[in-house]
């Protein structure tokens, strides 16, 4: 029974049949929680290549992979419209070996890979951008409709399908259904942090689809420049960051929070960290006059098109999760 290595992975060999469906051809990704393999599948009816997600052999991590089994089920179901969600397709789920297998459809890139590869770190073409941009806001609102927050939206996990005119998210090892939440000292680290919404570290609870709309805004902003909208490591760099793009937080937002305390002095002075020294000054809201940003001044061939990108950007961006732009109005928006 030594299937699993000493920090219970599981140990699939090349060739290996899996379940008696699923020969194995690659190892193509592992994290702290599972190990992602290739395989194809030798059913009659689904000759195709597939991903299969093993999750180590634990209790915390089995928990885990259940409730991601739960939940992609959940983005599984057919809606009346019966359109294509852009969300990644469960296949099939079974226990083999003691461990607990996803196996969902296999896309070959992601769109930090797409934009390396095609944008050369400069990003992409905009009117592949408005596609694409389509495409996410169709996959979150039905993630709304299904009471579901992906929590970990980023180009990484933006699946490209082989025509490249497609994209799938993926991932939901951290998503969770928004009714579920429960309070936690770790919830100001839910998301990477370059697409952490503001309200998650200030602990505006409860976190809503709002978290997910601000990392697709990031997502958008990185796709079209190549680079960061956020490009730091801490939950104080990103608020000083975040109004020097947006600018002051409004009072009654930061009157909410359960973290605010941790940034903000009692008169709502910012208490912005040396990233070196650790040393600790004082910032009027007031200096955050925010008069052109890194989003205002982007450029582009098509001037009109520029204009609705930018503008939809800042909707997405906006601070106040309240007044943050749905899936639904998006699909509405000019440049979608």
Not at 200 to 222: K, Q, T
Request: glycine share 4%; aromatic share 8%; net charge positive.
């Amino acid at each position: 029974d030594n299937w699993h290595d000493q920090e219970f992975y599981y140990k699939a060999r090349v060739g290996e049949t899996i379940n008696s469906k699923y020969q194995v051809k690659a190892s193509i990704g592992s994290g702290m929680f599972s190990t992602v393999f290739l395989a194809k599948s030798l059913l009659p009816e689904c000759q195709q290549e597939v991903a299969i997600k093993i999750p180590r052999k634990n209790d915390l991590m089995l928990r885990s992979a259940k409730s991601e089994l739960q939940i992609l089920k959940k983005v599984a179901e057919p809606e009346a419209t019966n359109k294509d969600n852009h969300c990644v397709k469960l296949l099939d789920s079974f226990v083999y070996r003691e461990h607990l297998c996803l196996v969902m459809e296999f896309l070959d890139l992601n769109l930090r890979q797409i934009t390396n590869k095609y944008g050369r770190n400069r990003g992409i073409n905009l009117k592949t951008i408005c596609v694409y941009a389509h495409q996410l806001m169709v996959a979150l609102q039905h993630l709304a409709h299904c009471g579901i927050l992906h929590c970990d939206i980023k180009p990484d996990n933006i699946m490209v399908t082989k025509s490249r005119r497609s994209i799938k998210l993926c991932d939901f090892g951290v998503a969770m259904f928004a009714r579920d939440q429960t309070p936690s000292a770790e919830t100001p680290y839910l998301v990477s942090p370059s697409y952490r919404a503001p309200e998650i570290i200030l602990g505006v609870a409860p976190y809503s689809h709002p978290i997910d709309m601000w990392s697709a805004g990031c997502c958008l902003y990185e796709l079209y420049t190549g680079k960061f909208l956020f490009p730091v490591a801490t939950n104080n760099g990103l608020l000083k960051q975040q109004m020097e793009l947006k600018g002051a937080f409004p009072k009654a937002m930061l009157k909410k929070g359960a973290f605010t305390g941790m940034h903000f002095n009692e008169n709502f002075e910012f208490r912005q960290l040396d990233p070196v020294t650790k040393l600790e000054t004082l910032r009027s809201m007031a200096s955050f006059n925010v008069k052109t940003s890194c989003i205002s001044d982007l450029t582009g061939e098509d001037g009109a098109l520029m204009a609705r990108f930018k503008n939809l950007l800042e909707r997405m961006l906006t601070l106040d999760p309240s007044k943050r732009i749905t899936p639904d109005e998006a699909l509405k928006h000019p440049f979608l």
